[in-house]
């Protein structure tokens, strides 16, 4: 990435991860516009002079454009508005010209207008100054997708906020595009992770069993269907877990271990089961961690959770094999996200990845247990060679 000063006199040609962060750390207002950063711990991204407290930078993600943070799953700070600065790189600004002009035009159409409408690459290059080829090369180095699939995710996203408001299937996918049900529900399971009417609900009519015990990481919730472990977290307050499953579930209804009513009747057992393999597991007892998983997902997300099951006990891979290995070379922040965004600890074993030096990066439940499940990881795998 290039970065120019506002007089247009100093030039950062190779502007790696450590000059963001030092941009970033010293509130570099010539930055501004060059870049944003998002915390992946707070789901807010900011511009580089940004006054609010600086975050660790292991939690940090930096993209090009604002639209490619959000497309991310980022809110913009509300304190130093990133998306409100002008941006500095003239094809950058095309990019952006054009991401606007796609929001606006869901914005303001729907279902069949919008369908029958649909902007074509031609139509946007135009609007944009560049040929289609240029503008197709730029938007997918800028915010790594198409400008199709940004409208269609767009779309999704709509959608999606319009749901979780209490809107209906039929008015939300109409407000979001979507030409006819048929049309939305043949991208939903890939893009959903379940059908519409589940997403909306935000797992009404689900039961979830959980348990909280001590384990070698601090407190362990373990959450289940009949189905899988939905939710796995680990704190050191009872009260910040069963809050974090209630955030992630807000409608379903959870039932702590030894409560009467199951599902099936014998999910409880079930469940202690799985908290027992996951706790021989931390010890060190049970290096083959094989469980089912219940989960909301992409199918991004999904493919990045099945590469990181793949990875054998006691290593590591760098973000950039993760993406490479799912055929996605230039999809890190993608992968950083996804790993981010894991649900299920330890099941999915997000902690193997590091950064491409071997460094430890940003993990949910923090830096300090992700050292020791690689310390003791790294230790059995050892001691097993041995034998």
Not at 80 to 109: G, H
Request: glycine share 6%.
């Amino acid at each position: 990435m290039t970065v120019r000063s506002k007089s247009g006199s100093r030039t950062w040609r190779k502007f790696d991860r450590c000059s963001l962060w030092q941009a970033v750390k010293s509130r570099n207002r010539q930055a501004d516009g060059a870049f944003v950063f998002a915390v992946s711990s707070t789901g807010i991204y900011c511009k580089p002079s940004c006054p609010a407290r600086r975050p660790h930078p292991a939690n940090v993600l930096y993209f090009r454009l604002p639209q490619a943070a959000e497309r991310e799953g980022f809110r913009p700070c509300r304190r130093c508005k990133p998306s409100s600065v002008p941006l500095r790189d003239p094809r950058l600004e095309a990019v952006a010209q054009v991401c606007r002009l796609i929001d606006s035009r869901i914005a303001s159409a729907s279902g069949e207008a919008c369908e029958g409408e649909r902007l074509t690459l031609s139509a946007l290059s135009a609007a944009a100054g560049m040929s289609p080829d240029q503008l197709d090369r730029a938007f997918r180095k800028t915010v790594g997708i198409t400008p199709r699939q940004y409208a269609d995710a767009q779309r999704m996203r709509r959608l999606k906020s319009r749901l979780k408001k209490g809107d209906d299937v039929t008015t939300a996918l109409y407000d979001a595009g979507f030409g006819s049900s048929s049309r939305l529900y043949e991208r939903a399971p890939s893009q959903l992770g379940m059908t519409p009417a589940v997403y909306g609900r935000g797992g009404h009519g689900m039961i979830l069993h959980y348990a909280i015990v001590d384990s070698p990481l601090g407190r362990l919730l373990v959450a289940a269907t009949h189905r899988g472990v939905s939710a796995l977290y680990l704190s050191d307050s009872d009260a910040e877990l069963t809050a974090a499953l209630r955030k992630e579930y807000p409608r379903a209804e959870l039932l702590p271990d030894g409560a009467s009513r199951t599902a099936s009747g014998q999910l409880p057992r079930q469940l202690r089961r799985w908290v027992t393999d996951i706790l021989k597991h931390l010890r060190g007892r049970e290096p083959n961690l094989d469980l089912p998983t219940d989960v909301r997902a992409t199918a991004f997300q999904r493919r990045v959770w099945e590469e990181l099951r793949k990875i054998p006990y006691g290593a590591t891979r760098s973000y950039s094999d993760v993406a490479r290995s799912i055929g996605k070379p230039s999809a890190v922040r993608a992968v950083a996200r996804a790993c981010a965004t894991n649900p299920v600890a330890v099941v999915v074993p997000c902690h193997r990845v590091v950064s491409k030096d071997g460094q430890l990066t940003g993990y949910r439940w923090g830096t300090d247990r992700k050292r020791e499940l690689l310390k003791k990881e790294s230790e059995v795998a050892a001691k097993r060679a041995r034998r």
